[in-house]
């Protein structure tokens, strides 16, 4: 099994800053693609940045230029550095990741739990 939990998350002003961070724990050989993807009230969830093992980033349009993902391999952990954030941010932010526990075995999907970011003045 593997966990992830996420860190980070808290209320904000607009135009301020967050980072979050997400380490990823257990039974793991390597990590693929990792990303974030927040869900805000009453919307489904969506992708809002990911990151490949090889460092290849995209992101979802609202957020170009003001968010940033990053990872450190050997920490099992990405991050994720939020700048000019504004009340339409307001969401709970959850870290993914593909993880293949063995070389052997599938790559499966991890979620962590989710932590919430609120802009709001």
């Known amino acids: 099994q593997v966990q992830l939990v996420e860190s980070g998350g808290g209320l904000v002003q607009p135009g301020g800053s967050l980072r979050l961070s997400c380490a990823a724990s257990?039974?793991?050989?390597?990590?693929?693609?990792m990303a974030w993807y927040r869900q805000a009230p009453g919307k489904q969830r969506e992708l809002v940045a990911v990151?490949?093992?090889?460092?290849?980033?995209n992101y979802t349009d609202s957020v170009l230029g003001r968010f940033t993902i990053s990872r450190d391999n050997a920490k099992n952990t990405v991050y994720l550095q939020m700048n000019s954030l504004k009340p339409d941010d307001t969401a709970v932010y959850y870290c993914?990741?593909?993880?293949?526990?063995?070389?052997?075995?599938?790559?499966?999907?991890?979620w962590g739990k989710g932590t919430l970011v609120t802009v709001s003045s």
């Open positions: 990151i490949a093992s090889g460092g290849y980033t």
């Open positions: 257990g039974s793991i050989f390597v990590i693929n693609s």
């Open positions: 993914n990741a593909g993880v293949k526990s063995r070389p052997w075995l599938r790559t499966v999907d991890y």
